[in-house]
């Protein structure tokens, strides 16, 4: 046989930062350590892709995503913690 077959090599780094990405949003305490893991793959993954034009961008835009508003969630949840705790200390 003559014909040579292309392979096309499967990138599973977009699909890999969407899932630490929700999973992220998931997790309550180690939350924020996966969240940075799965912004380093978001960008990793959407830099692999930017030659391309697929639609795995844009689940490597989705990981970005979800990882930023873990981050951001965390940080409002630890905000929210530190004024309830400057309210008990002001009260008592």
């Known amino acids: 046989m003559t014909t040579t077959q292309v392979q096309q090599k499967s990138n599973n780094l977009p699909l890999y930062s969407i899932i630490i990405g929700v999973s992220s949003l998931c997790i309550p305490i180690f939350g924020i350590i996966i969240a940075i893991g799965g912004i380093i793959l978001s960008i990793i993954a959407t830099r692999q892709e930017v030659g ?16 930023i508003a873990t981050i951001a969630l965390h940080f409002l949840l630890i905000l929210f913690y530190v004024v309830l705790f400057l309210i008990g200390v002001v009260v008592a």
């Open 52 to 67: 391309k034009s697929n639609s795995q961008k844009g689940l490597a835009i989705t990981g970005l995503c979800c990882s």
